[in-house]
């Protein structure tokens, strides 16, 4: 019995001592294994580590990469819209640069066109030069009112027309400046002062005493129409004529005047032109002094252009130095009517 219990009691000793044996080999082996967990551990956080740097750092290049890219893409976007705008707006401004250009040939060609034309007409007008002759020109004179004073039927010689200019004179005395009227300007029948026509017409009425009426029929003879006719008082000569509106006639007021100077004008006429139902006179005017024997450009009465003239001298002989003028005269109703004075130098 004794035996058995110590037996027991030594086996059960024995079991503790195993027990405790494995129980201190437990706690060894739990130690190594935390110190290898804990070695294992720091070498996953420190490959985590280096894998998480090495996939941001990727995953920043990417994109970085990736906005380069886009950035590039965005720049070279815009940089292609404005190229394309700056190409557009160069092609705009040459397009505009082109139609100006062409805006302004064809203004040019216009103005020019104008002018071309304007100065045609006008030199037609004038007479400067002949389109066509009238083949009936001389059965036109042939038919012209031979009841009219001072006209005198014209023929093919040029001194025949010489009474086209004595009825468009002005009879002035040459120390009144209206004398030369007609040759300061250019003149048609509108144009010319009221004064004056009367004065150009009064020759073929000379008389003392005259109604309006008479005036009318020698205003329409002499310019064709009396629309712009106009009574009002005028000079002749010496004579001083006074209009009374009440009872519609001219009146000789004065006959007398005191001549200062002994100058008169001397006109010629150095080409005449017929061209259609028109007849251009050109003249040469100058002022002479018979009393000492010189002459003048009416623009200069102070200095003569010429003196000792010879007996059969001619205004041509000193064309360069005095004034030339160009009339012109339309054929109306059987005779030449006064149309226009042009100062030709």
Do not use: W
Not at 171 to 192: C, G, K, R, W
Not at 303 to 314: E, H, M
């Amino acid at each position: 019995m004794k035996n058995m219990l110590e037996y027991g009691c030594g086996d059960s000793m024995a079991k503790k001592l195993s027990n405790t044996k494995k129980n201190n080999t437990k706690k060894e082996l739990s130690a190594a294994d935390i110190e290898k967990e804990e070695i294992i551990q720091n070498i996953n956080k420190e490959l985590t580590a280096k894998v998480k740097e090495k996939i941001t750092k990727e995953v920043i290049d990417d994109i970085k990469n990736d906005i380069s890219t886009l950035v590039k893409e965005d720049v070279k976007e815009d940089l292609k819209k404005d190229i394309e705008k700056e190409i557009k707006d160069d092609n705009k401004r040459i397009i505009r640069k082109k139609r100006g250009k062409v805006l302004r040939r064809d203004i040019i060609i216009i103005v020019l066109t104008g002018i071309i034309v304007f100065l045609i007409y006008y030199m037609y007008k004038q007479g400067n030069f002949s389109i066509t002759i009238n083949d009936n020109s001389n059965n036109k004179n042939n038919n012209i009112d031979k009841t009219y004073q001072n006209q005198i039927i014209p023929t093919n010689n040029e001194e025949d027309y010489t009474y086209l200019l004595k009825n468009i004179k002005v009879n002035l005395p040459v120390d009144n400046i209206n004398a030369f009227y007609l040759y300061t300007d250019i003149y048609d029948e509108v144009s010319i002062d009221s004064a004056i026509k009367l004065n150009i017409i009064y020759k073929n009425i000379n008389k003392n005493e005259f109604s309006d009426s008479e005036a009318k029929e020698a205003y329409k003879k002499m310019f064709g129409t009396i629309d712009n006719y106009k009574a009002t008082d005028f000079d002749y000569d010496c004579k001083h004529f006074k209009y009374d509106s009440k009872n519609s006639i001219y009146k000789l007021v004065n006959d007398s005047c005191i001549k200062l100077s002994n100058k008169e004008i001397k006109e010629e006429i150095i080409k005449v032109t017929k061209e259609d139902d028109f007849i251009y006179l050109e003249t040469i005017m100058g002022v002479l002094d018979k009393k000492n024997n010189s002459l003048y450009n009416f623009q200069n009465l102070y200095t003569p252009i010429a003196t000792n003239l010879v007996k059969d001298f001619t205004l041509e002989d000193y064309s360069k130095y005095l004034s030339k003028f160009k009339y012109t005269f339309k054929y109306v109703d059987g005779m030449y009517r006064f149309t226009k004075i042009v100062k030709l130098n």
